[in-house]
């Protein structure tokens, strides 16, 4: 069993510098989160219903990491310290909403709204971590929200403040989740590659466990008429929905399993504000992935829509301005 003791003054002091490796990995999450966008938008397209998907996703990412790792002799402590659950919940809240929002906007126009995560990440910093931002990495967040809020009015959609919402909930809850996950002692002591999905896979797999609980409580109620549940409640025949049951095994036994080991330990490596930083690249990464899906055949004709460049320009000059202040700031 690892002593995660020794480390736990290092996990509440200012992150590591960040490394060389860490920034690969990040590169190589951010085209697995491209291929998770298109994945969605096929799902949106499919009619499959948001809860449907997680229902098989989650639970098989979380077996597919433990597979790959093992239980370990210390799954106990793991899936019972607080921060387990708060970081597979936040896994499980960021997916359900970013779904949602993929059946309001393209997978290219949502990817662009969710980098918003990065001037929340910095804020959430400063107020949980006590990490001021250099005025070169403020700028930067500025310049992020000036362009996200320029193509707002501009984005193809019927519903551009609620996309803009559930855009602002996803960046909060993915840097909500990485800063929990950059604190999570096991976390932190997981050096290796096995480790770390050893950890990933158990937080996953209890908040996945807790989830199905609530979802079969709630359905059960709703069945005998003890409440009425909303809209987005599934039934069994969700459930059942063959593409729900074949794109949430490919989503968790592939993009999320990889996306979420990825997301663990870049955290750890870069730290939280630099992690969701890396993610400048992602609209651009999925505008490549959503053509392609269309050549395919696997997504429906989607137009482009050009006012997406400069808004896709900003967010990366944004992102790069912080980048550059934490690198001075270092």
């Known amino acids: 069993m690892n002593d995660w003791s020794k480390d736990e003054p290092r996990a509440a002091g200012q992150a590591r510098p960040p490394r060389v490796d860490g920034w690969i990995e990040a590169g190589v999450f951010s085209i697995a989160l491209a291929v998770l966008n298109v994945s969605y938008g096929l799902g949106q397209q499919l009619g499959v219903?948001?809860?449907?998907?997680?229902?098989?996703?989650?639970?098989?990412?979380?077996?597919?990491?433990?597979?790959?790792s093992g239980l370990g002799s210390n799954w106990r402590a793991v899936i019972s310290h607080p921060l387990s659950l708060v970081v597979g919940g936040g896994i499980i809240a960021m997916e359900a909403v970013y779904y949602v929002l993929l059946g309001l906007v393209t997978p290219t126009d949502g990817s662009v709204l969710v980098r918003i995560g990065v001037p929340i990440a910095m804020v959430l910093g400063f107020v949980l971590a006590g990490r001021r931002p250099s005025r070169l990495g403020m700028l930067g967040g500025l310049v992020i929200i000036g362009a996200i809020l320029w193509y707002l009015p501009r984005m193809e959609t019927a519903w551009p403040l609620g996309a803009f919402m559930l855009g602002s909930a996803c960046g909060f809850i993915m840097s909500a989740r990485s800063f929990a996950a950059e604190k999570h002692p096991w976390n932190r002591a997981a050096h290796t590659i096995r480790e770390k999905m050893r950890v990933t896979g158990l937080v996953l797999l209890l908040a996945s466990g807790v989830g199905m609980l609530v979802l079969f409580t709630a359905m059960a109620g709703t069945a005998?008429?003890?409440?009425?549940?909303?809209?987005?409640?599934?039934?069994?025949?969700?459930?059942?929905?063959?593409?729900?049951?074949?794109?949430?095994?490919?989503?968790?036994?592939?993009?999320l399993t990889a996306m979420q080991y990825l997301g663990f330990s870049v955290v750890v490596k870069l730290g939280a504000e630099n992690f969701v930083a890396t993610?400048?690249?992602?609209?651009?990464?999925?505008?490549?992935?959503?053509?392609?899906?269309?050549?395919?055949?696997l997504l429906a004709p989607i137009a482009i829509d050009w006012h997406v460049v400069p808004a896709m320009v900003g967010v990366i000059l944004g992102v790069a301005l912080v980048i550059g202040g934490g690198r001075r700031g270092a």
């Open 49 to 68: 219903n948001p809860i449907a998907l997680l229902f098989w996703a989650m639970p098989v990412g979380a077996i597919a990491l433990l597979l790959a």
């Open 224 to 255: 005998h008429g003890l409440f009425s549940g909303p809209s987005w409640l599934p039934q069994l025949h969700h459930l059942v929905y063959p593409p729900a049951i074949v794109l949430g095994v490919f989503v968790g036994a592939l993009v």
């Open 279 to 297: 993610t400048a690249l992602i609209p651009v990464t999925t505008l490549g992935v959503q053509q392609l899906a269309v050549a395919a055949g």
